[in-house]
């Protein structure tokens, strides 16, 4: 049974506020809650795919800390963005 397009937007919100650290549970509920509606199909396939990382790598991704991988380069530039303060103190 395929998953509908809601369910999936769901679950994905789901996935990014029960992470393993409570950073990566903020940014990535913002993150879900201010973007998964209006991604494509492909678009909520790759972030589905970012959310299976392990949440340290994530974190040190997101704060600049380690290169990202090149699939992720731009999704992560994405997040990054609106993550200022919980990555790095403002």
């Known amino acids: 049974m395929s998953e509908t397009r809601d369910t999936m937007i769901k679950r994905l919100r789901m996935r990014s506020m029960r992470r393993g650290i409570k950073e990566m549970d903020l940014i ?20 589905d795919q970012l959310l299976s990382e392990n949440d340290h790598d994530l974190y040190g991704w ?16 994405d997040i990054a963005a609106g993550a200022q303060g919980v990555t790095k103190p403002a």
């Open 62 to 77: 997101i704060g600049g800390q380690f290169p990202v991988p090149m699939e992720y380069l731009d999704l992560v530039t």
């Open 28 to 47: 990535l509920t913002a993150y879900a809650d201010g973007h998964l509606d209006g991604f494509s199909d492909d678009a909520l396939a790759l972030y």
